[in-house]
């Protein structure tokens, strides 16, 4: 039975038949696996995420944690669930053996987190989190709070946060006041408090390491006084931390995951923290954390969207309604759903979005694999161009896929009897997630597409150009598609400077949003010419699918940046007139 988390299938196409991660085994890093082991943990990713986290799903959903002033209680099976996961080994899937890893390619265990992502995205965001603190004290670490802490968190017994927003701050972390007192013995006293911290607390695990982002008196002021401390809630001699949790969010999905209000330093001179790094530098060392975050959030999106897209499907092939339009007899047999035009179009834009999306997701994720395996490789400079969208487009298109699922439902759509409903409640929270649409739009027109005189949006357009040759060269339709889309990069191109031209960052950036949408668009339009190049004339309804959906975007959404394009030329100001008042 095909599963309704996601497409195996899918994924096995975008490994092996597009991506060839087959070929990474051939680098030293990688050399021990295979497409054996490969296959082998995609097995055992789709298993455990289908008996243990899908099956407890709707009832964390039902049942979210709950504070009774001294500690967090919540659904048992979120620990068993955790625990299974644990012993699995997945945690350090692409983690280095020297820390219990298992060292596969990011882009393969990036393909296993997703099942759990699709199956229960508020179980998995405990181990997501600890993950992401786990790389980054890898990263930046010293050899003492590796050894102290990481190899606990790849064996699943530690858990891992990162404490950023503060109430007064939100995303503006110049603005944080949580301070850090530097101590005889090498150690700082945390004082402040901490906002949306998801993962903030739990019984789950014997330890929690907070991640936290803290000023040193005396340091340059604004973000470059940020330094970053590892703050957990149990010492090393077992002794409880002074970080106390001062009450629950409760958010409309991930209703599984506490997220939490931390006060550090609450009852005393502080939290005991250990610096990371160098003082002064903790934005920079968290943004190895934030930037694998966004990709990460990027992924959960896709899932929530993949996921809600395969039961729309299911339901629509299973659900008679109504007859085609020209049938004449009211007592024919009525029709499956699927069988009528306006619900095909909706199932191909939800197949056009989440397969794009999980291209996208799975592309960055070997781009990842390149930095740290393939010396002189572009791929960071090219990831840092594609992260903000990466983040953003699933998070506003599987979103809309979502959506879409519930309108194929129907009216049983928005009922809790179904799970397109909560789906799309969960997705909901990923346009915020690390970082709002407007911040990853003011990321990639104001920092990333000008870099470096401009060079990661020329790399960018040399990858896509060699794709439009390709297409080109193939003839019939993808030499269509091709063209269209390298005209699509050629205005990107002169967007970009036209609305850098003048020198004015406010008018330039005053539709940062609307550039975000219309690059983005265009890079999935990318990887589906991609997509169908790697199909080609292969026979059979998975290639076909695969061609269909690719004509889709073609003809019904890379089209729509051509509007957003002209306005974005015209330097326009409509959002900067409108007056405050007049509101």
């Not at 709707?58 to 009774?68: G, H, I, L, S, V």
């Not at 991930?254 to 923290?273: H, K, Q």
């Not at 870099?451 to 790399?459: K, P, T």
């Amino acid at each position: 039975m095909m599963s309704l988390l996601l497409s195996r299938r899918d994924l096995d196409f975008l490994l092996y038949e597009w991506l060839d991660v087959e070929q990474l085994t051939k680098r030293p890093y990688f050399a021990e696996h295979s497409r054996e082991t490969f296959d082998g943990a995609l097995d055992l990713a789709e298993e455990v995420a289908t008996e243990h986290f899908a099956t407890h799903n709707k009832r964390a959903d039902a049942n979210e944690p709950t504070f009774d002033g001294e500690r967090v209680t919540m659904i048992p099976e979120v620990k068993r669930a955790l625990d299974v996961f644990a012993g699995t080994g997945l945690m350090g899937a692409a983690l280095p053996a020297s820390v219990g890893g298992a060292q596969l390619p990011g882009v393969v265990a990036r393909a296993c987190f997703a099942w759990f992502q699709a199956a229960n995205v508020g179980t998995a965001a405990y181990p997501f989190l600890t993950l992401g603190a786990t790389n980054l004290l890898l990263a930046h670490g010293s050899p003492e709070l590796v050894e102290r802490y990481v190899k606990p968190m790849v064996d699943g017994r530690f858990h891992g946060t990162m404490c950023l927003s503060e109430p007064q701050a939100g995303s503006s972390l110049a603005d944080i006041v949580t301070r850090a007192v530097r101590q005889d013995d090498g150690t700082y006293r945390v004082v402040g408090n901490k906002m949306w911290i998801s993962g903030g607390d739990h019984e789950l695990g014997e330890n929690i390491v907070h991640l936290v982002l803290a000023k040193i008196p005396g340091g340059p002021a604004g973000v470059k006084g940020i330094s970053l401390f590892v703050v957990p809630k149990f010492l090393p001699d077992g002794a409880r931390n002074d970080v106390r949790l001062a009450g629950l969010n409760h958010k409309m999905g991930y209703r599984g995951t506490t997220n939490t209000m931390l006060n550090f330093g609450e009852a005393g001179e502080g939290a005991v923290g250990y610096l990371v790094g160098e003082p002064h530098r903790g934005l920079t060392y968290m943004f190895h954390m934030m930037n694998e975050a966004r990709v990460g959030v990027g992924g959960g999106a896709t899932a929530l969207g993949y996921t809600g897209y395969l039961k729309a499907l299911d339901y629509a092939r299973n659900r008679p309604q109504g007859r085609p339009v020209a049938a004449k007899d009211p007592n024919a047999l009525q029709v499956p759903i699927i069988e009528h035009a306006d619900v095909r179009r909706m199932l191909l834009a939800q197949k056009s979005y989440v397969e794009g999306a999980l291209a996208l997701n799975l592309y960055c994720a070997r781009l990842l694999d390149d930095e740290h395996t393939l010396p002189g490789s572009d791929a960071h400079l090219l990831l840092d161009v594609l992260t903000p969208i990466a983040k953003s487009w699933p998070s506003q298109w599987c979103l809309e896929a979502n959506d879409l699922a519930i309108q194929v439902h129907g009216g049983y759509g928005y009922t809790r009897e179904y799970d397109v409903e909560q789906h799309y409640r969960d997705n909901r929270l990923n346009p915020i997630h690390e970082g709002t649409h407007g911040i990853q739009g003011l990321d990639l027109l104001g920092r990333k597409v000008v870099m470096q005189g401009g060079a990661g949006l020329a790399l960018l357009g040399s990858v896509i150009g060699t794709t439009v040759a390709c297409g080109a060269a193939a003839g019939g339709e993808l030499a269509t598609w091709a063209a269209s889309l390298g005209a699509a990069v050629t205005r990107i191109g002169e967007v970009t400077a036209a609305l850098w031209g003048p020198g004015d960052p406010e008018i330039a950036l005053a539709n940062a949003s609307i550039y975000l949408e219309a690059v983005g668009h265009t890079v999935v339009a990318w990887l589906w010419l991609e997509q169908a190049l790697a199909a080609g004339e292969r026979e059979g309804a998975f290639y076909a699918g695969k061609r269909q959906a690719a004509r889709y975007f073609f003809r019904y959404e890379l089209p729509k940046t051509g509007p957003q394009f002209d306005l974005l030329e015209s330097r326009d100001r409509t959002t900067l007139e409108a007056d405050p008042a007049w509101f």
